[in-house]
């Protein structure tokens, strides 16, 4: 858990000349890389024009725009080198962001799994498996969300962030959500556990999974 005890914390990648307020080890996050600043309860994210960019929920900032965060909001550095997942516990504490995954690039070797969000790359036991942007996209929301229900319109949300109607719901529908999670299934096999809850959405188990692929 991470502490944002200053009304303005600076975010970025740490080196031997440079330690941000929050800092993280991962060569595609920028050494400025963004800015998160809390008055009076609301805290607004601004992306610092960073060369790879950050997202919030999906959606790409513009650079020195800032915008307000919510709970459970999912900011993601360098197309999701680094996620972060935004908590207030009450409007009179200070502020938290939880570190939910750092994937660092290149993918470390691991014996359990790693994702490549530049290659687009998910790693089990040492086994690659490649997908299309869209696709990586589901399986890096669904893997963030471990053993928890993620409803088809947070994907629609999360995979289809540039089809968002007027009033902000998503436009892809069902049947694009299930090809997308059919074409996974067939790429990864028995690997990923994703379980279809009565029609309205997904859980995958990382259990499941490792205990399938050792």
Same mark, same amino acid.
């Given at each position: 858990?991470?502490?944002?005890?200053?009304p303005?914390?600076?975010?970025?990648?740490?080196?031997? =000349?440079?330690?941000?307020d929050?800092?993280?080890?991962?060569?595609?996050?920028?050494?400025?890389?963004?800015?998160?600043?809390? &008055?009076?309860?609301?805290?607004?994210?601004?992306?610092?024009?960073?060369?790879?960019?950050? =997202?919030?929920?999906?959606?790409?900032?513009?650079?020195?725009?800032?915008?307000?965060? +919510?709970?459970?909001?999912?900011?993601?550095?360098?197309?999701?080198?680094?996620?972060?997942?935004?908590?207030?516990?009450?409007?009179? /504490?200070?502020? =938290?962001? *939880?570190?939910?995954?750092?994937?660092?690039?290149? %993918?470390? &070797?691991?014996?359990?799994?790693?994702? /490549?969000?530049?290659?687009? %790359?998910?790693?089990?036991?040492?086994?690659?498996?490649?997908?299309? /942007?869209?696709?990586? +996209?589901?399986? *890096?929301?669904?893997? +963030?969300?471990?053993?928890?229900?993620?409803?088809? $319109? &947070?994907?629609? +949300?999360?995979v289809?962030?540039?089809?968002?109607? $007027?009033?902000?719901?998503? $436009?892809?529908?069902?049947? $694009?959500?299930?090809?997308?999670?059919?074409?996974?299934?067939?790429?990864?096999?028995?690997?990923?556990?994703?379980?279809? %809850?009565?029609?309205?959405?997904?859980?995958?188990?990382?259990?499941?999974?490792? =205990?399938?692929?050792?």
């Amino acid at each position: 858990m991470l502490m944002l005890a200053r009304p303005i914390v600076i975010l970025g990648r740490r080196d031997a =000349e440079w330690a941000p307020d929050i800092g993280f080890d991962n060569a595609y996050v920028s050494r400025k890389h963004a800015e998160i600043a809390c &008055e009076k309860g609301i805290c607004k994210i601004t992306d610092r024009n960073s060369k790879h960019g950050t =997202e919030v929920n999906g959606i790409r900032l513009t650079p020195f725009e800032p915008v307000v965060l +919510r709970a459970s909001d999912i900011v993601a550095f360098s197309k999701g080198a680094v996620c972060l997942s935004f908590a207030d516990r009450s409007w009179g /504490d200070t502020m =938290e962001i *939880e570190l939910e995954r750092d994937a660092a690039l290149p %993918v470390a &070797e691991s014996n359990d799994i790693a994702l /490549d969000p530049i290659r687009q %790359v998910l790693t089990v036991n040492g086994t690659p498996f490649s997908f299309t /942007d869209k696709e990586f +996209r589901c399986v *890096e929301l669904l893997l +963030r969300r471990e053993r928890r229900f993620v409803g088809k $319109e &947070e994907i629609a +949300r999360y995979v289809w962030p540039e089809r968002t109607g $007027e009033d902000g719901s998503p $436009e892809a529908g069902a049947e $694009e959500i299930n090809s997308l999670l059919y074409r996974i299934r067939k790429k990864t096999g028995p690997v990923l556990a994703i379980e279809n %809850v009565r029609g309205k959405g997904f859980v995958l188990s990382l259990s499941s999974l490792a =205990e399938k692929f050792v």
